[in-house]
């Protein structure tokens, strides 16, 4: 089984990279819900924040610094951004290969929809 992700990580399916390492690639969200809409994605396939292990810790961390660098390079790092990882079904995740998107550009609406 491989993801859409892995997919465009190894160059399969075009997508707009604007970061890539020996660990994460990021692009540009296909349905962007703000003006910056990236998502960061580990190269390996970890499908969910479920998933992580003990051995995952330093990638976690470099997902959330590469985060950060990105949204001083897109401009956003000082008006603000949101960072959101979907986990499953009530999380509301659709691809199932970890990704933390960088939301920004504008304000953001409330964090959940309370009901
Ligand atoms: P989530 O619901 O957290 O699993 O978000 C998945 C996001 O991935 C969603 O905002 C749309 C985006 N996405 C899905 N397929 C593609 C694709 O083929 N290319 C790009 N660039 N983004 C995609």
């Known amino acids: 089984m491989s993801t859409i992700f892995s997919k465009i990580i190894r160059g399969e399916v075009p997508a707009d990279i604007v970061y890539q390492d020996d660990r994460v690639t990021c692009f540009r969200d296909i349905n962007p819900a703000a003006p910056v809409h990236l998502l960061i ?17 330093r990638l976690a961390g470099h997902m959330l610094l590469v985060a950060k660098e990105l949204a001083e390079r897109e401009g956003i790092a000082q008006s603000g951004y949101r960072l959101i990882i979907n986990c499953n079904r009530d999380g509301g995740q659709e691809v199932h290969h ?18």
Not at 41 to 57: C, F, H, R, S, Y
Not at 98 to 115: D, E, K
């Open 41 to 57: 994605v580990p190269n390996k396939e970890i499908a969910t924040v479920n998933d992580l292990g003990e051995q995952d810790e």
């Open 98 to 115: 970890l990704h933390v998107h960088l939301l920004g550009g504008h304000r953001m609406g409330p964090m959940v929809l309370r009901r």
